[in-house]
């Protein structure tokens, strides 16, 4: 490109400064294993010795739980390949960043060259905004990006408001911070305001600079159109730190907090990464990981490395931390200790119970699910019942098989869970009775002879009923099925009773582990712990999230990071 072209067009917009980087692109995921199956009876033990041996073993002795992380990926990428299809193919491949690069220049254009290059492309009324994106997602020389505004601002006397967007984000993005401060400046000049898009860019990118604190006038800008997100909160936070104002910092994560904002993991990694030894700090980091706990909030590995490196660095406590898994009995693998219950505590059972009778048995919708007559009719059916100890979801269980009849499924899981020795609610739909070859007469014959029944009306959904007569037999009553229950969840008016709710079904949920007409029946369920991170005073666990690994909401981590204080 021409000296005198881009003298006239650009130095007056972005000034004579063009440092040479590249956009970091940095992408993280999760996953990991562990369950353990039902037994009504006694467990046995290992002797000490060998237990304390098998426990060092990182390798899961037990089936993964429908809860654990990555189940959820790994059942989805089974079916794509048992259907023919490639996993990595279903939702096609992203491209990949030298693709892109072939499609932009490989250095800055003079405006003819730019206005050739757009006469022959298939949409000249898109080119400079596809353009700029494909520099971005190619993360391209500025200089190429420039060179573009150049011709832009020739042909059109301005550049748009959304190509110095895409440009904004192309140097915010690649770390220009001279080319950010510019264009900031330009912007404020062409433009009477700027939308929250640009300003979170420019938090992001002044957070980096000198100018730093300028990134909090934006915040403010932002404050009267709309909610700032914790993105933006997270980058001025960390420009606090950076330029060596913590108390700053730990200022605008408290006003994070009080707008009711959930913080970013990037921004507790900096509080960990930045904070020291004094009492003050100390206060403030363990109520950055009660808040995790509250909230069940999990760290991703990198966060979990940066609290091991914070707390092995306090002189004066010796604390050690290990990266471990849970054995199935709900004990570290790395020191031994015995982790929290996942059981409710009787105040935590009563709460879930009144909740779900209320919002999701007794909902606005329910009667979208039953009938008055229905549901009446069961109760009074639960109440004159003794307790139960099982209730089977039976249209659900009947399909864990593809082969044989369903009713010789369920028969097999409801005699295994009658041998245990348990009182056996089956809850099924009347076509259930109509004899088939999925239902076979003798076979429903026999299950009623081993547990109690009741068959709903076939428009009916039985999840409700399920609930209410798990709920009502105890804190003891488990539940076979493999309906997550997220829409049920979903109905709880809160965080904190969907929390409860997903604490209790964890540990009372068995999943029929593939089962094999003929072979013995197996359950699967979640561990005893809970899967929250969890303090004695002399130690510390938390589950994290590793890298490469995937969970979906309703999967808990695997691994954990065990961090213990030697005794003085």
Same mark, same amino acid.
């Given at each position: 490109?021409?000296?005198?072209?881009?003298?006239?067009?650009?130095?007056?917009?972005? *000034?004579?400064?063009?440092?040479? =980087?590249?956009?970091?692109?940095?992408?993280?995921?999760?996953?990991?294993?562990?369950?353990?199956?039902?037994?009504?009876? &006694?467990? =046995?033990?290992?002797?000490?010795? =060998?237990?304390?041996?098998s426990s060092q073993r990182e390798e899961p002795a037990f089936p993964k739980s429908v809860f654990a992380a990555g189940t959820a990926k790994r059942t989805a990428d089974f079916l794509k390949r048992r259907a023919g299809t490639d996993p990595e193919q279903a939702g096609g491949l992203s491209r990949d960043r030298a693709s892109f690069r072939g499609e932009i220049p490989e250095g800055p254009l003079s405006a003819p060259e730019w206005r050739k290059l757009k006469e022959s492309s298939s949409r000249p009324e898109r080119f400079e905004l596809r353009m700029m994106a494909l520099m971005l997602a190619a993360e391209a020389d500025v200089n190429i990006a420039k060179s573009l505004l150049a011709y832009?601002?020739?042909?059109? *006397?301005?550049?748009?408001?959304?190509?110095?967007?895409?440009?904004?984000?192309?140097?915010?993005? *690649?770390?220009?911070?001279?080319?950010?401060?510019?264009?900031?400046d330009v912007m404020r000049r062409c433009f009477k305001t700027l939308d929250s898009s640009a300003y979170s860019l420019l938090i992001k990118g002044f957070s980096q600079t000198e100018r730093w604190r300028?990134?909090?006038?934006?915040?403010?800008? %932002? &404050? &009267?159109? %709309?909610?700032?997100?914790?993105?933006?909160?997270?980058?001025? %936070?960390?420009g606090a730190f950076l330029h060596g104002d913590g108390e700053t910092g730990w200022m605008l994560y408290g006003e994070l907090l009080e707008l009711g904002l959930t913080p970013n993991q990037d921004t507790w990694q900096c509080l960990f990464e930045n904070a020291g030894a004094e009492h003050q700090q100390r206060h403030r980091l363990a109520g950055v990981l009660t808040y995790m706990r509250e909230n069940q909030v999990y760290p991703e590995e990198p966060l979990a490395q940066s609290i091991k490196a914070w707390f092995e660095s306090l002189p004066d406590e010796k604390w050690r931390g290990r990266f471990s898994s849970v054995d199935s009995s709900g004990r570290c693998r790395s020191c031994q200790a015995e982790l929290e219950s996942i059981e409710l505590t009787e105040e935590e059972y009563a709460q879930l119970?009144?909740?779900?009778?209320?919002?999701? %048995?007794?909902?606005r919708d329910v009667f979208n699910k039953t009938t008055p007559e229905e549901l009446e009719s069961f109760k009074s059916f639960v109440k004159k019942s003794p307790a139960f100890d099982v209730i089977v979801d039976g249209l659900n269980?009947?399909?864990v098989s593809p082969k044989g009849p369903k009713s010789q499924t369920l028969l097999a899981v409801v005699s295994e869970l009658r041998d245990q020795g348990l009182n056996v609610l089956v809850l099924g739909r009347k076509h259930m009775l109509r004899p088939s070859w999925n239902w076979d007469r003798h076979d429903i014959h026999q299950i009623r002879q081993k547990s109690l029944c009741f068959f709903t009306e076939n428009i009916s959904e039985?999840?409700?009923?399920?609930?209410?007569?798990?709920?009502?037999? *105890?804190?003891h009553c488990n539940f076979v099925s493999r309906d997550l229950m997220r829409d049920h969840k979903a109905c709880l008016p809160d965080g904190?009773?969907?929390r409860l709710f997903f604490k209790w079904q964890r540990g009372h949920q068995l999943v029929v582990q593939g089962y094999v007409p003929g072979k013995k029946v197996r359950f699967q369920r979640a561990l005893r712990s809970d899967t929250i991170i969890q303090s004695t005073g002399a130690a510390w666990h938390i589950p994290y999230d590793e890298d490469g690994a995937e969970r979906s909401t309703y999967e808990v981590p695997q691994r954990w990071l065990c961090l213990t204080k030697e005794q003085q």
């Open positions: 490109m021409g000296s005198f072209a881009f003298a006239k067009y650009l130095r007056p917009l972005f *000034g004579h400064r063009f440092p040479r =980087q590249s956009v970091p692109v940095v992408l993280r995921w999760k996953d990991h294993p562990n369950v353990q199956l039902y037994c009504s009876g &006694k467990e =046995q033990r290992l002797p000490e010795a =060998q237990r304390r041996k832009v601002a020739m042909e059109k *006397g301005a550049v748009p408001y959304t190509l110095l967007l895409r440009y904004l984000t192309l140097c915010v993005s *690649g770390g220009h911070h001279s080319e950010v401060l510019d264009t900031y300028e990134a909090f006038v934006m915040l403010e800008e %932002i &404050k &009267k159109v %709309i909610m700032p997100s914790p993105r933006n909160y997270s980058d001025a %936070i960390a119970k009144h909740r779900v009778m209320k919002d999701v %048995i007794e909902g269980v009947a399909s039985d999840d409700p009923f399920l609930l209410y007569a798990a709920l009502h037999s *105890g804190n904190a009773t969907r």
